[in-house]
């Protein structure tokens, strides 16, 4: 089992609606990381969480460090939000990070 | 400046080259790390140097032999490549190593012959 999932794989939404995006995680972590990549390969970080709730634009981060799980939410979709998000955790003390498998996400108009 | 750069862009290279990955930042950032991501698959952490000392080499082939000259530099020289190391090479930053936003550079695509 992987230490870090991601759910959906895979998510299809329509201009201006809320997405939600999962991830779970098995281990203990100091952080947890969000993490946006486009096609080409640029990767872009959105958030980095240990507790609580952070918001940025439209975007907003939540992590329940009890139930080992966070959310990424995306308000008001748009076709330019497409790609892939990926959810990745601290696990030491010296930065490396575990991916989960990402979620490619296409906002269609 | 909140950029990390990366070159070449692109790079091919047969099995018995040997080449070099450079990578840039300018934000004084104590925390370097070079991943590699195959197509379709989240990136794997290679290496991590913290104040330019090696602090985790995830079980990387010595084939791959990073070296981080100073605060700013961080390079991943390249030899006796295989195909199967044809990839995407990521170098990211950060302030420290622990709990501090990633900065990526573009990456550089690898093609091994």
């Known amino acids: 089992k992987n230490e870090v999932e991601q759910s959906p794989q895979n998510l299809t939404a329509q201009e201006g609606e809320f997405i939600t995006i999962n991830c779970s995680y098995s281990v203990g972590i100091s952080a947890l990381h969000w993490l946006q990549q486009h096609p080409g390969g640029g990767i872009v970080s959105l958030f980095m969480?240990?507790?609580g709730k952070k918001k940025h634009g439209r975007l907003i981060a939540t992590i329940n460090i009890q139930e080992k799980h966070s959310s990424l939410h995306i308000t008001a979709s748009h076709p330019r939000d497409s790609a892939v998000y990926i959810c990745?955790?601290?696990?030491?003390?010296?930065?490396?990070?575990?991916f989960g498998k990402g979620t490619k996400l296409s906002v269609k108009p | 400046d909140t950029e990390v750069t990366q070159t070449p862009k692109h790079l091919v290279m047969g099995m018995t080259n040997k080449k070099s990955l450079k990578c840039e930042q300018h934000?004084?950032?104590?925390?370097m790390y070079w991943y590699k991501q195959k197509a379709k698959k989240p990136p794997e952490l290679m290496f991590v140097y913290s104040y330019e000392k090696l602090s985790i080499n995830e079980s990387v082939p010595s084939r791959f032999s990073p070296e981080c000259p100073n605060s700013s530099l961080l390079n991943l020289h390249l030899h006796a490549l295989q195909p199967e190391d044809s990839a995407l090479y990521l170098c990211?930053?950060?302030?420290?190593?622990?709990?501090?936003?990633?900065?990526f550079g573009p990456g550089t695509r690898l093609l091994v012959l």
């Open positions: 969480l240990s507790s």
């Open positions: 934000m004084g950032h104590r925390a």
């Open positions: 990211a930053s950060s302030q420290v190593a622990v709990q501090e936003t990633q900065y």
């Open positions: 990745a955790v601290e696990k030491g003390s010296q930065g490396n990070l575990i």
